[in-house]
């Protein structure tokens, strides 16, 4: 049987993937032990960045760590780095107590990061 004005129905053409954005695929993420505070006069505080990719796994890349607080806390904050883990510390003060620091770790272009805010606190 002819139908008039008919026309057939085909299946759309699926998208193709244009160059793949390696970063979309990426995230970023800080571990570390214990409680989200740094105190005053404590032992330092380990932190270990690491990229994840789409697939769960760890990759091999190295990060860019950086340590955000006033300027007046800055003189306080005592860190090293090596790789992608940081260690820091709130140097012995009389005025941190409930002030703040952020970190953040990001790759080494900026567009994959993150952060975590750690409160200063007393030993006590």
């Known amino acids: ?4 004005n008919y026309i057939p ?5 699926p998208p193709q993937p244009s160059n793949p954005d390696e ?7 800080i571990t570390f ?13 380990s932190l270990t960045g ?3 990719n789409r697939d769960g796994n760890t990759t091999s890349d190295i990060g860019t760590w950086e340590v955000i607080t006033i300027d ?12 992608n883990i940081l260690k820091i510390k709130i ?6 107590d409930s002030g703040k620091v952020r970190v953040t770790f990001s790759n080494s ?3 994959v990061s993150t952060y975590l805010d750690f409160e200063i606190t007393t030993i006590f």
């Open 72 to 83: 007046e806390l800055m003189p306080y904050v005592d860190y090293t780095i090596t790789d």
């Open 1 to 4: 049987a002819w139908i008039c």
């Open 109 to 111: 272009d900026g567009t």
């Open 9 to 13: 129905i085909s299946s759309p053409t």
């Open 33 to 45: 032990k214990g409680v989200q505070e740094l105190k005053i006069g404590g032992n330092a505080k």
């Open 23 to 29: 970063t979309a695929d990426l995230s970023a993420k």
């Open 91 to 96: 140097l012995e003060n009389d005025f941190a």
């Open 50 to 52: 690491s990229f994840v």
